[in-house]
């Protein structure tokens, strides 16, 4: 490694984003916009985050880029543009409290009826009376499928509301179930909270088998990515009035004007904030800091999910 290691990252005063920029660094601002100058020596790279398609496809232009930290946790779409040799490290951890956050509101929303009273508040109107009560959460059953960091969030923050968690993951583990016995699992659940990554073997998992087990009433929240579900099985269930979706990403996303998902019955679509709230910033600001000293000092970066480990 270089005595001084040139570094992209997204923001136009790192040092004060960071709380200091750890010495031996010298840093370009990239966020998407014009390339800087020194493209051919960037050597450890931090993408903006939501910064489109460019900010993932430059990493394949890096000829000295050793290192690309993202500010997700997701990372396919930067894959197809990884050079052999460089290391990929995710956010894993940074958006678990956002995330859990959200997937406990959309439950609630969808539950209580919010959009209801929202639709209701734009007409002033105050209705005599419903014809149905709300849901509780209380007393049901959360099935969490892609049980990890944000699965653990997530179940701290359901811990007050009486109702039971299912744990699942791709392997079985000490109370974590394998993905294996999800169609043993799935009629079981009140609540389907979709946490998984989006890979070959999750994309298209929730498909219409996979619909058809949940128990009527059941409601599915996707916190994930869009293309874990299939969205035209999902339009077909939600058309029956069987099942309820509250979903934070979709396929396609953006979702486009016209799409026959903003009308289906029974489903609140919030576009893509999971990770969105105020929690987001320190958090990942703490762990591009530590990944930075950690390369200048030459210990192992963390959350290593593609490339050597460095």
Known sequence: MADVVKAWLPWEDPGTFLDGLPA?????????GELPASIGEVEFYVPGYMGGQKVAEVVREMPALKVVQLQTAGF?????YLAEGVTLCNARGVHDASTAELAVG?????????????????????????????????????????????????????SGFECDVIRVARRARDGVHPISELPELLPRADVVVLLTPATPETTGM?????????????????????VVVDTEALL????????????????????????????APNV??????????????????????????????GEPLINVVAGPPR
């Open 24 to 32: 031996g660094f010298d840093v370009d601002f990239f966020d998407g």
């Open 76 to 80: 396919e779409n930067v894959l197809p």
């Open 106 to 158: 959309l439950i609630l929303a969808s539950y209580r009826r919010l959009p209801r009273a929202v639709r209701n508040q734009e007409r002033q109107t105050w209705p005599s009376s419903y014809d149905e009560i709300d849901d509780s959460l209380a007393d049901r059953t959360v099935l969490i499928l892609g049980y990890g960091s944000i699965g653990e969030a997530l179940e701290r923050r359901l």
């Open 206 to 226: 929730v498909d219409a088998k996979f619909l058809a087990r949940l128990k009527d009433g059941a409601l599915l929240v996707n916190v994930a990515r869009g």
């Open 236 to 263: 077909a269930e939600l058309g029956t009035g069987r099942i309820s979706a509250a979903l934070d990403v979709t396929d396609p996303e953006p979702l486009p004007a016209g799409h026959p998902l903003w009308s």
């Open 268 to 297: 609140l679509i919030n576009p893509h904030r999971g990770g969105a709230s105020t929690a987001f910033a320190p958090r990942v600001a703490r762990l591009v800091r530590a990944q930075l000293e950690r390369y200048s000092a």
